[in-house]
T-cell receptor
Framework: EPEVTQTPSHQVTQMGQEVILRCVPI?????FYWYRQILGQKVEFLVS????????KSEIFDDQFSVERPDGSNFTLKIRSTKLEDSAMYFC????????????FGPGTRLTVL | GQSLEQPSEVTAVEGAIVQINCTYQ??????LSWYQQHDGGAPTFLSY??LDGLEETGRFSSFLSRSDSYGYLLLQELQMKDSASYFC?????????WGAGTKLIIKP
C-alpha cells in the first residue's frame, strides 16, 4: 500500500540553525501539506502546495518557513532560523485532490530545538 | 475566526458504544472529517461527511448536520485498540482546520 514517508524521524538542532525536513508524498497525489503538532496539542495547518506553488498558508507559516518540491518525488519544509517554539512534530500529508479528499499523513519528524 | 469544539476526554467500556461530538464555526466549509491518532503516531483518516446524514464504515459512523454546525463520530463494539485521540477537522479548500482532539479512554 502506498504511503507518505518522512525523514528524519527525529531532528535535534540548535536555536538559530536552519533545518530541512523531507517528505516523499504518495506518487500519484497532486496536493501536499505540512502540519505541525506541539506535544499534547492539536494539529495545526502550516501550508498547502499544488502545481509547484503554495496554495494556502497559515499565520504560523511566516518568512522563516519555505517549501519546495525540488524534484518529482520530494517535498521539503525549510525553517531558516529555528526558535525554541518551533519544537514540535511536523507531519507531511498528501491527497489526490483538494477540499473533500482524504489526506494521507506521513509518520512525522520530531524537531527538537535546543 | 475558525474553530471546532470537541470534548477533551471520553471514557467508555470495552464492547460499548461511544459518541464524540464536534461543533464548528468555520467559513468556506466543505465538510467534516474525522481522524484517529494513537500516541506518537500520525493521524489516519476515518471518515468524511460533505452532506447531512450518517456515513457508516464498519464499526465507525459519522454524522453531520450543516444547519446545526454539528457532527459526531460514533464508535461501536469498542476494542482496546480504539484507545486513541480523535480529531474532527473541517475541510476548506486547501487545508484542514482541526479541533483540539478527544482522548478516548477504554476500560476493560
Amino acid at each position: 500500500e502506498p504511503e507518505v514517508t518522512q525523514t528524519p524521524s527525529h531532528q535535534v538542532t540548535q536555536m538559530g540553525q536552519e533545518v530541512i525536513l523531507r517528505c516523499v508524498p504518495i506518487s500519484n497525489h497532486l496536493y501536499f501539506y505540512w502540519y505541525r503538532q506541539i506535544l499534547g496539542q492539536k494539529v495545526e495547518f502550516l501550508v498547502s502546495f499544488y502545481n509547484n506553488e503554495i496554495s494556502e498558508k497559515s499565520e504560523i507559516f511566516d518568512d522563516q518557513f519555505s517549501v519546495e518540491r525540488p524534484d518529482g518525488s520530494n517535498f521539503t519544509l525549510k525553517i531558516r532560523s529555528t526558535k525554541l517554539e518551533d519544537s514540535a512534530m511536523y507531519f507531511c500529508a498528501s491527497s489526490e485532490a483538494s477540499g473533500d479528499n482524504e489526506q494521507f499523513f506521513g509518520p512525522g519528524t520530531r524537531l527538537t530545538v535546543l | 475566526g475558525q474553530s471546532l469544539e470537541q470534548p477533551s476526554e471520553v471514557t467508555a467500556v470495552e464492547g460499548a458504544i461511544v459518541q464524540i461530538n464536534c461543533t464548528y464555526q468555520t467559513s468556506g466549509f466543505y465538510g467534516l472529517s474525522w481522524y484517529q491518532q494513537h500516541d506518537g503516531g500520525a493521524p489516519t483518516f476515518l471518515s468524511y461527511n460533505a452532506l447531512d446524514g450518517l456515513e457508516e464504515t464498519g464499526r465507525f459512523s459519522s454524522f453531520l448536520s450543516r444547519s446545526d454546525s454539528y457532527g459526531y463520530l460514533l464508535l461501536q463494539e469498542l476494542q482496546m485498540k480504539d484507545s486513541a485521540s480523535y480529531f474532527c477537522a473541517s475541510t476548506r479548500d486547501y487545508q484542514l482546520i482541526w479541533g483540539a482532539g478527544t482522548k478516548l479512554i477504554i476500560k476493560p
